[in-house]
């Protein structure tokens, strides 16, 4: 873990991380129940946070119009070079850029759309509070912010399993019911959808407010 969260790298990083991911059920279809209903129109920017392998940039680039443009940022150099190499297969362009959630190299308002799947609960809790307050940053008045993570488990049964857990380190907390939605009004997103995509996955979508 560096100060700016935990870098996936060696065998937690590229094709390895992949692996892991699907081995708990995060493919292609969970990426796709992710973004929901959201796409990318001709000429619009999306900025992806902690994108690790690219998969939930590369959902989107599967709608997104030819003329859209997907950034896609992380701190680790294999999971953004596995994510480079398979990048030439879409239509519209995707970039991949080493930097961290919390320092986005981007100008105010330049993006249509931020998000970020799995990734804001491996930083610590000032880096969290600076992605969202970059996320907001970056955004357009208007634009949206989708926000993926763990969540406590819906079934009673998974739920006793994962609430030890919760003594075993801050990460594993349920950040949504207040810590999430908390981060993104201070930093001027508004909650437009709240839902489970898996047992234990859950989503948010925030806009930005246009005043
Ligand atoms: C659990 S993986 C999720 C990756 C990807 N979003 C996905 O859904 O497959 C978390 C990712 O966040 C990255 N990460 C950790 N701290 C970060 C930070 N401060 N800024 C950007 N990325 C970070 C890790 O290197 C890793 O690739």
Not at 96 to 110: C, R, V
Not at 156 to 162: E, I, R, S
Not at 181 to 197: A, H, T, W
């Amino acid at each position: 873990m560096t100060h700016k969260g935990r870098e996936f790298k060696g065998i937690m990083g590229g094709a390895n991380y992949k692996r892991l991911a699907s081995f708990f059920g995060i493919g292609t279809k969970f990426y796709q129940k992710a973004l929901g209903d959201i796409d990318l129109g001709p000429g619009m920017k999306a900025v992806d946070l902690g994108c690790g392998p690219g998969a939930l940039s590369f959902a989107l680039a599967e709608r997104a119009h030819e003329s859209a443009v997907i950034i896609g940022t992380d701190i680790s150099n294999d999971q953004l070079d596995y994510a480079g190499r398979h990048a030439g297969r879409f239509q519209c362009r995707l970039e991949f850029k080493k930097t961290s959630m919390d320092g986005l190299p981007f100008p105010d308002g330049y993006f249509d759309l931020a998000m970020t799947s799995m990734a804001l609960h491996e930083t610590p809790p000032e880096v969290r509070r600076g992605a969202v307050r970059e996320a907001a940053r970056v955004l357009k008045p208007g634009g949206r912010f989708l926000l993926t993570d763990w969540s406590r488990p819906q079934s009673l049964f998974l739920t006793m399993l994962w609430f030890p857990m919760v003594f075993l380190g801050e990460k594993n907390r349920d950040n949504w019911d207040n810590v999430y939605p908390n981060l993104c009004r201070e930093s001027g997103l508004d909650l437009m959808q709240d839902g489970y995509i898996s047992s234990i996955a859950r989503r948010q979508v925030f806009v930005k407010k246009t005043v």
